[in-house]
């Protein structure tokens, strides 16, 4: 008897702490801000203390979605792909595996889990979307988006990491007919579908921008900028931005009615200033310079930090005129997240730097090298209870950053 009461005491409190937990791509507000107080203003020689490390998840450029029940990532394996559930000490709880993945160039999983409360959300680069259950891996529902809604493939395969507001999810199959839509994250039903442009994906992953007025859903597709009313499904602009290839895979960054959005190739980026009530965007600026592949930007206190792809720098923009403040002809290409002020920094050569953003120039504080893992440096990072996740290829390694 007392075991049973015990069992049941410990399924009430996973339950109730995993209530409380959201976990998806570029932190709390997809902006690849986080908000964690206590951290290391420098590290020591070599690298913070390196806590453990899992091997073995197979090819794959995802981040880590890391809760305090867990931490869900996903790799491929000989072509299948697989969602793996580990505890927060590293060991594995459950794996599963959902189905075929991208083997052809770049090959790899594209799509970081999203955790919301009990439930996993994941996107296959061939469109199709899983929910699972976080404690076991048992799929609740199923949507293949290429065949309900005629969905296309694109050249590197679906790279989207699912938005959630509230009870839906969105995602942008690129469809003829159903280029963008919003389906109930319990059931997998459609909300809606909108036709927009008619494009496909650019590899984007949404943002969500809430007006007085109106919630918008902004990506960025083949050839332009969307901007659809969140409850109708309703395009209600589109803005001509396009790179060749179709490549825009950043998220867009909304500040105070501001919309900046960029692209890699040497396209660079565009400032909209959006109506009040979401219904049309007007130009404010443009610069081609700060022009990230895949690594994102942050905005900390008016300026936009990012490392370019082309223009190989890490660049401090100003955000009403788009002008460079300055630069450093290093760490770029990489990704970029932020804390407490200052950059974390990952670049594709294979280091993560603590960076301070300074008046008029970038202070390198610290630098180690990652010691683990193949291929492309192209996973993001992540920062959860006083640790930084850096995936690399097949492995998965978490450093200790608390102050001492």
Same mark, same amino acid.
């Given at each position: 008897m007392a075991?049973?009461?015990?069992?049941?005491?410990?399924?009430?409190?996973?339950?109730?702490?995993?209530?409380?937990?959201?976990?998806?791509?570029?932190?709390?507000?997809?902006?690849?801000?986080?908000?964690?107080?206590?951290?290391?203003?420098?590290?020591?020689?070599?690298?913070?203390?390196?806590?453990?490390?899992?091997?073995?998840?197979?090819?794959?450029?995802?981040?880590?979605?890391?809760?305090?029940?867990?931490?869900?990532i996903s790799?491929?394996?000989?072509?299948?792909?697989?969602?793996?559930?580990?505890?927060?000490?590293?060991?594995?709880?459950?794996?599963?595996?959902?189905?075929?993945?991208?083997?052809?160039?770049?090959?790899?999983?594209?799509?970081?889990?999203?955790?919301?409360?009990?439930?996993?959300?994941?996107?296959?680069?061939?469109?199709?979307?899983?929910?699972?259950?976080?404690?076991?891996?048992?799929?609740?529902?199923?949507?293949?988006?290429?065949?309900?809604?005629?969905?296309?493939?694109i050249t590197?395969?679906?790279?989207?990491?699912?938005?959630?507001?509230?009870?839906?999810?969105?995602?942008?199959?690129?469809?003829?007919?159903?280029?963008?839509?919003?389906?109930?994250?319990?059931?997998?039903?459609?909300?809606?579908?909108?036709?927009?442009?008619?494009?496909?994906?650019?590899?984007?992953?949404?943002?969500?921008?809430?007006?007085?007025?109106?919630?918008?859903?902004?990506?960025?597709?083949?050839?332009?900028?969307?901007? =659809?009313? /969140?409850?109708? @499904?309703? #395009?209600?602009?589109?803005?001509?931005?396009? %790179?060749?290839?179709? !490549?825009? $895979?950043?998220?867009?960054?909304?500040?105070?009615?501001?919309?900046?959005?960029?692209?890699?190739?040497?396209?660079?980026?565009?400032?909209?200033?959006?109506?009040?009530?979401?219904?049309?965007?007007?130009?404010?600026?443009?610069?081609?310079?700060?022009?990230?592949?895949?690594?994102?930007?942050?905005?900390?206190?008016?300026?936009?930090?990012?490392?370019?792809?082309?223009?190989?720098?890490?660049?401090?923009?100003?955000?009403?005129?788009?002008?460079?403040?300055?630069?450093?002809?290093?760490?770029?290409?990489?990704? =970029?997240? /932020?804390?407490? @002020?200052? #950059?974390?920094?990952?670049?594709?050569?294979? %280091?993560?730097?603590? !960076?301070? $953003?300074?008046?008029?120039?970038?202070?390198?504080?610290?630098?180690?090298?990652?010691?683990?893992?193949?291929?492309?440096?192209?996973?993001?990072?992540?920062?959860?209870?006083?640790?930084?996740?850096?995936?690399?290829?097949?492995?998965?390694?978490?450093?200790?950053?608390?102050?001492?």
């Amino acid at each position: 008897m007392a075991r049973y009461i015990f069992t049941i005491l410990l399924t009430l409190f996973y339950i109730s702490i995993s209530a409380q937990d959201v976990a998806q791509w570029r932190g709390p507000n997809r902006n690849g801000i986080y908000n964690e107080k206590g951290l290391m203003k420098a590290w020591p020689d070599g690298g913070p203390k390196m806590l453990w490390h899992f091997d073995g998840l197979g090819e794959g450029h995802t981040s880590a979605a890391v809760t305090s029940t867990g931490i869900y990532i996903s790799g491929m394996t000989e072509g299948r792909g697989y969602i793996f559930a580990l505890d927060n000490n590293g060991n594995l709880r459950w794996k599963k595996e959902y189905g075929p993945e991208w083997t052809e160039s770049h090959f790899g999983v594209r799509s970081t889990p999203l955790v919301i409360k009990d439930k996993l959300y994941f996107i296959s680069s061939f469109g199709k979307i899983f929910c699972l259950n976080t404690r076991n891996g048992q799929v609740i529902w199923t949507v293949d988006t290429f065949k309900d809604y005629g969905g296309r493939n694109i050249t590197w395969g679906v790279t989207e990491n699912l938005l959630y507001d509230g009870d839906v999810l969105y995602c942008a199959p690129g469809g003829r007919n159903a280029s963008i839509i919003a389906i109930n994250r319990n059931t997998g039903k459609l909300i809606w579908k909108c036709k927009g442009k008619a494009e496909k994906s650019a590899y984007c992953s949404p943002v969500m921008i809430s007006l007085p007025k109106r919630k918008v859903l902004v990506t960025m597709m083949e050839t332009s900028i969307h901007g =659809i009313d /969140a409850a109708t @499904g309703t #395009l209600l602009w589109s803005f001509s931005h396009s %790179t060749d290839p179709f !490549v825009s $895979p950043n998220v867009p960054v909304c500040i105070d009615g501001y919309l900046y959005c960029t692209s890699g190739y040497g396209l660079g980026g565009v400032m909209l200033k959006l109506a009040p009530d979401g219904s049309s965007v007007t130009e404010v600026w443009k610069n081609a310079f700060l022009d990230p592949k895949i690594g994102g930007v942050v905005v900390l206190s008016g300026r936009i930090y990012g490392g370019g792809d082309r223009n190989r720098k890490l660049f401090c923009v100003d955000w009403k005129t788009g002008k460079e403040i300055y630069s450093l002809p290093q760490l770029a290409p990489c990704n =970029i997240i /932020a804390n407490d @002020g200052l #950059l974390y920094i990952y670049s594709e050569r294979g %280091t993560v730097s603590l !960076v301070e $953003p300074k008046t008029d120039s970038f202070n390198i504080i610290s630098t180690f090298n990652v010691p683990l893992g193949a291929g492309t440096h192209w996973a993001h990072l992540v920062i959860n209870n006083k640790k930084l996740f850096v995936r690399h290829g097949s492995s998965l390694m978490v450093y200790d950053i608390a102050a001492k």
